[in-house]
């Protein structure tokens, strides 16, 4: 099973760049049987902790800022992302990075260990409901690539 996830927050412009991807992706004309399930998991990270389980390769969407060019994309190994969460009684602040590194101690070999994650660089984060031109046309371009992923994914792996 593939399993693609679009991160972030459509109030909040570009950080929703992951959720619009995992939305096109949505749209996708897949066969009911198709080895392939996509998630708009919005800011919940606990929600990829348990939709990631059982997935034999997992790929993460989502909006950075590390003050590269707005638009550029990240094609980036999950295991070099990875984050151990700050102990605490919340899981307000447990985000993909986190689940990441949680599913993998608490499921093991039931946890994904074939992960991509598409960071794509936000040109703003204030609040609004639309994407900034540069992250709009990175967005459809990830959408693009992940679809030839899933494409790939099909051929080769049997329906359940």
Not at 81 to 105: C, I, Q
Not at 129 to 145: E, G, H, N
Request: proline share 8%; glycine share 8%; aromatic share 8%.
């Amino acid at each position: 099973m593939l399993v693609v996830i679009g991160c972030g927050n459509l109030n909040r412009s570009d950080d929703g760049a992951g959720v619009v991807v995992a939305r096109r992706l949505l749209a996708l004309p897949l066969p009911p049987s198709a080895p392939v399930k996509i998630f708009d998991a919005g800011t919940s990270g606990i929600d990829i902790l348990f939709q990631a389980r059982g997935a034999r390769k997992l790929v993460i969407i989502d909006a950075s800022s590390s003050g590269t060019e707005p638009g550029a994309v990240f094609e980036v190994p999950g295991h070099e992302l990875e984050n151990r969460p700050a102990p605490s009684y919340t899981l307000h602040d447990f985000r993909w990075d986190h689940a990441l590194y949680a599913g993998r101690r608490i499921w093991a070999d039931d946890f994904p260990t074939d992960i991509t994650v598409f960071l794509i660089e936000a040109a703003t984060l204030d609040y609004g409901l639309d994407l900034s031109p540069k992250v709009m046309q990175a967005a459809d371009a990830v959408a693009t690539r992940i679809a030839t992923l899933i494409a790939a994914y099909c051929e080769k792996e049997p329906a359940p």
